[in-house]
């Protein structure tokens, strides 16, 4: 399908013009497409109001839309710029010097595109070692091997999504009741998403599960992205705002919490979406089990503690405005830190595609990183 203008409306639920490698593929709701070698986006800011696809064919292009929450979630935003490098190699020059000049540029574009989901840096290293093992043989052949990467990339983290869940919906009993903030699903993913994987795999198998989706100020990525993804699924969702959870655990309507991650700390401190901290902090005061749903390449051993993780600070226009229109005082003072830290020993355990790490720990990660994942 030829993709020639910016803005493209369609079906959320078919990912990509892909071969399909696996018959599942077509199953998956995922936010990113590839077609004629431009990365096409579902413009998560529109939802749930409208299904709008951007289409991209640079790294600055796709540097932006990264900073703008066209595309955001971590292992999503690791798939977006996987394809951004693929798709701006079509316009890399031929000489060795001039193609390591313009690769650079692009990934340190990427780079710096947002701080915190060490997913970003995780596929932007595995191209950049692709890039080496095949600058010598020309631009044809770095442009070949950056698109089979970035679609390797994105099919195993669907794969790992899948793997997440089957892992999780163990955790979870029949009928439970889940608290979950912020967006961690298929919008979040290459597809099927992480702490919305599991309840997507718990449901699959027969379970019944009801979900309370935290509205998750600033950005509502619960109210706008949570909620739209669930009822696009049929899944029973009921939105409360962020200030409701307590009052909600203290009466006994909440069994557990499943959140997802951007970057996992080697001694299991989390940094997830801003909120995630105090959620964590009521579900030890009402005794309830807090789990983190996440990728093996969302833990970051470089980090030994979630003390050390940068934490992105974001236009104060999105505390103050909703939809464009505006909330609080013009020039009061604001803060809008996008991610805190929850601390490991909040955290009742750690979901990846290779099983459980419970309690998260340094013994525990580094064994759940050893093993070999289990594919559903």
């Given amino acids: 399908m030829a993709l020639n203008n910016d803005d493209l409306r369609g079906d959320a639920a078919h990912p990509a013009a892909l071969p399909p ?14 077609s004629e070698g431009r990365v096409v986006l579902l413009d998560q ?10 289409s991209y064919g640079s790294e600055a292009e796709v540097a932006e839309a990264i ?10 935003i690791g798939c977006a710029a996987a394809l951004a490098l693929a798709a701006g190699a079509r316009a890399y020059p031929s000489d060795e010097s001039g193609l390591r000049r313009a690769f650079a540029g692009g990934l340190a574009l990427l780079r710096a595109s947002r701080p915190t989901a060490v997913n970003l840096f995780w596929a932007l290293e595995r191209q950049a070692r692709v890039f080496e093992l ?5 631009v044809e052949a770095v442009r070949d091997a950056l698109e089979r990467e970035a679609l390797a990339i994105w099919r195993e983290d669907i794969a790992a999504c899948r793997a997440i869940g089957q892992h999780g919906a163990a955790l979870l009993p029949d009928g439970a009741r889940v608290l979950t903030h912020c967006n961690a ?3 979040a993913t290459g597809g099927y998403g992480t702490a919305l994987g599991v309840i997507r795999a718990a449901v699959a198998a027969g379970k019944r599960i009801q979900v309370y989706a935290d509205e998750t100020r600033p950005v509502l990525q619960g109210a706008r992205l949570t909620a739209w ?13 962020d200030n409701m959870a307590g009052h909600l655990m203290q009466r006994g309507a909440i069994d557990c919490c499943i959140v997802g991650a951007d970057r996992v700390a080697r001694n299991g401190d989390v940094a997830n979406k801003i909120g995630t901290y105090m959620v964590a902090v009521l579900a030890r005061r009402h005794g309830l089990p807090f789990y983190v ?3 093996r390449s969302t833990i970051d051993l470089a980090t030994p503690s979630g003390a050390t993780i940068p934490i992105e600070e974001r236009d104060a226009t999105e505390v103050t405005q909703l939809s464009g229109q505006l909330v609080a005082p013009i020039g009061v003072a604001v803060r809008n830190p996008a991610f805190d830290v929850t ?8 979901i990846t595609e290779a099983g459980v790490a419970a309690p998260p720990s340094e013994a525990t990660i580094a064994q759940n990183l050893n093993d070999t994942p289990r594919r559903p």
Avoid at 25 to 33: A, D, I, K, N
Avoid at 343 to 350: C, D, G, S, Y
């Fill in 293 to 295: 749903a996440a990728p």
């Fill in 343 to 350: 601390p490991a020993e909040l955290v009742t355990a750690l």
């Fill in 21 to 34: 490698t696996d018959p599942r593929w077509e199953e998956v709701l995922s936010p990113l497409r590839w």
């Fill in 185 to 187: 699903g298929a919008l």
């Fill in 229 to 241: 993804e669930l009822q696009r699924s049929g899944i029973p969702v009921t939105l409360i705002c």
């Fill in 45 to 54: 800011r529109a939802l749930p109001s409208e299904e709008l696809w951007r």
């Fill in 67 to 76: 900073r703008s929450l066209v595309v955001r979630g971590a292992p999503a």
């Fill in 134 to 138: 095949h600058v010598a043989k020309g």
